[in-house]
């Protein structure tokens, strides 16, 4: 049974943090930072990126849900926009999730799924992705998503735009969700010989 936007789940954006009942709660995006960090990015390569990333993501859902100013676009974001366009048109995704909350009540962690969709008769996680290059990294965050929303058979994508186009990458590794755990698990344990 797919499970999004638990109660109790609240998601603060400036400091990118989730509590569960008022309490701090891992994020999925925390946990992943040790296989794919972005240290080593020159901040005037990284922010233009990562305001990109926020822009695309933002008029794919405004899109999604009918609501959408394409007065507003730049038109960068404008072609990325018309590559989601494109995969739409192409998958014919039936919405299930929209920048749906999750929350694994067992192993206590968080995250934001862009889209969960029904393609065929099948349950999908997809996460948007601006990138030119794929990381693997982005299987373990789709296995996390997919077993937080209580789905964990779901098939799993990330849908890269590109100008005007789209480039699907399927992720099927059954230690991608493994690996996650083992992450989750080194974070913590970490965590607690900064504080001893």
Partial sequence: MLTLNPSG??????????????????????????????DGVPKSILEPAQQRGTAAHLACEFDDQGDLDEESLSPQIDA???????????FRPRWLGIESRLYHRTLGYAGTADRFADIGGKVWCIDIKT???????????TAAYSHAAGVPDAARMTVRLTPGGYHVDQWSDPDDWD?????????????KRRKS
């Fill in 9 to 38: 789940l609240v998601f603060d954006e400036d400091q990118h943090e989730y509590r569960m009942d008022g309490r701090l709660v891992e994020s999925v995006t925390r946990v992943l930072s040790v296989a794919h960090s972005f």
């Fill in 80 to 90: 990325l926009l018309q590559g989601w366009r494109k995969f739409r048109k192409d």
């Fill in 131 to 141: 990138s030119k290059v794929a990381h693997p990294s982005w299987g373990m965050q």
């Fill in 179 to 191: 690996a996650f755990r083992g992450l989750l698990a080194y974070g913590r344990w970490e965590r």
